[in-house]
């Protein structure tokens, strides 16, 4: 059987990227970040400040016995910080940028493949589905072939962001569509004003964002409150039924 889907979900905020990931099966959140739930009632591990709580939490998961079926980081943002903050205190810098030429930042990348090491196990021992989410960015993209433009894509150091789009099996952008109205000033000008209310899930890449996936999603499909993974879930191999076994401890060491 195909494995559970490793999902990055982003997006501007007040989207509902919260809303759709806790519409997975059996969800836990690692919470990184302290924002708003909209009155959703989430099983996490409370508020994670440090690197250390967040490898904690995922040697619980791996060891312990539990129903969760999906692992949800809330952020990735956040856990870029925490990340950052490790990798100076085990080197005794003061901050990233003390050992210079990029340095701190290549001691980074090591503790974020522990960071998917982590959960690649908790997928592939314990059959988890994983969900992570990402705020979104206005990035200006410098294409040889055409005019430099703005495009969408996930607030992360652009090491950080490549190693996620090679490691994960969907990346996912929720927004709203914006159409233009133009309407005549004071002045005898123009003006543009955005409209649109509809949110999507966006799921192949265009030239306005990053996005794409492994299972032949559409281009996008229409995120409603309580039916996301509804409409995510014929695409994605079908998650294994029940509890896992608890994993030996030596392993997730």
């Known amino acids: 059987m195909d494995q559970p889907p490793r999902v990055l979900i982003y997006g501007p905020p007040k989207m509902g990227k919260t809303t759709l990931a806790s519409e997975f099966p059996a969800p836990v959140f690692l919470q990184t970040e302290q924002g708003e739930s909209g009155g959703l009632e989430l099983d996490s591990f409370g508020h994670l400040q440090t690197y250390a709580e967040v490898d904690e939490a995922l040697i619980s998961l791996f060891n312990e016995t539990h129903a969760f079926a999906t692992l949800v980081v809330d952020s990735l943002s956040e856990l870029e910080k925490l990340i950052i903050a490790e990798a100076c205190k085990r080197n005794g810098w ?4 003390q050992p210079g030429y990029g340095k701190g930042y290549v001691a ?22 994983v969900v992570l989410i990402a705020h979104a960015s ?11 433009y703005s495009r969408y894509d996930i607030d992360l150091h652009k090491n950080v962001r490549a190693l996620m789009q090679r490691e994960v099996d969907a990346i996912l952008l929720v927004k709203q569509d914006v159409s233009l109205l133009k309407e005549k000033t004071s002045f005898g000008g123009e003006r543009a004003i955005g409209t649109g209310a509809a949110r999507w899930i966006y ?12 299972y032949n999603m559409p281009d996008k499909l229409l995120f409603q409150p309580g039916k996301g993974f509804a409409a995510l879930a014929p695409y994605f191999p079908q998650p294994a039924a029940g509890e896992t076994a608890p994993a030996k401890k030596e392993e997730a060491a």
């Open 94 to 97: 003061k901050n990233i940028e």
């Open 108 to 129: 980074a990348d090591a503790i974020w493949q522990e960071f998917l090491t982590a959960i690649n196990m908790l997928r592939s021992q314990r059959g988890m589905a």
């Open 138 to 148: 206005i990035e200006r993209f410098d294409d040889p072939q055409t005019q430099s």
């Open 203 to 214: 799921c192949e890449g265009s030239p306005a964002y990053t996005a794409g996936n492994r």
